[in-house]
């Protein structure tokens, strides 16, 4: 049920602004640009996001139970399931997104990014990065250099390059 205006131009502005076609003239018949619109109704969130033009990034993406047709755990890609361990850990969703993106650049796989994870932080994908682009694994952090571990170095502020140069003289034979 419409309201009725007394004034015809704030009745034209009203179907304007609902998106109601100008209706026939006295006399006239109605054509195809009289006749309502049918207006298709967004289905998901990102539908949603999309006509409002909102950018929702990953969360956009990201179902809310395992319920959906198809949507089996082990099928999810490796980004989602980085971000979700990243949430777990205590990053805010909203930063775990940007960083898992820096995770899987220095480990392709959701597992052993836990492992960095647990044992460096969640706030250091660049130890990560360095260590695997000098060939040294997750485990090189226990190895002693000058009686401390890598990863007490680290963690007591060593630069991630003094470290990697440390475990990396320990790996050459002695001359």
């Known amino acids: 049920m419409n309201p009725t205006f007394d004034d015809p131009s704030i009745e034209a502005l009203y179907r304007y602004l609902i998106g109601a076609p100008e209706a026939p003239g006295p006399g006239q018949r109605p054509t195809p640009a009289n006749m309502p619109q049918r207006i298709q109704r967004p289905r998901t969130a990102a539908d949603i996001a999309r006509a409002e033009g909102l950018e929702l990034g990953d969360m956009a993406r990201t179902p809310r139970s395992g319920r959906r047709s198809g ?9 989602h399931v980085v971000v979700d361990q990243l949430v777990e850990a205590g990053c805010p969703r909203r930063e775990a997104v940007e960083m898992a993106d820096q995770w899987l650049r220095a480990e392709p796989t959701p597992e052993g990014v836990r492992r960095w994870v647990d044992r460096v932080g969640v706030r250091r994908p660049d130890i ?23 990863r007490r170095r680290l963690r007591d502020g060593a630069p991630v390059g003094q470290v990697v140069a440390a475990l990396l003289m320990l790996r050459q034979p002695p001359a």
Do not use: E, I, K, T
């Open 71 to 79: 949507h089996c755990p082990s099928r999810r890609s490796a980004r």
């Open 128 to 150: 990560a990065l360095q260590f695997r682009l000098h060939s040294l694994c997750v485990d090189d952090l226990d190895v002693l250099v000058d009686g401390m571990s890598a």
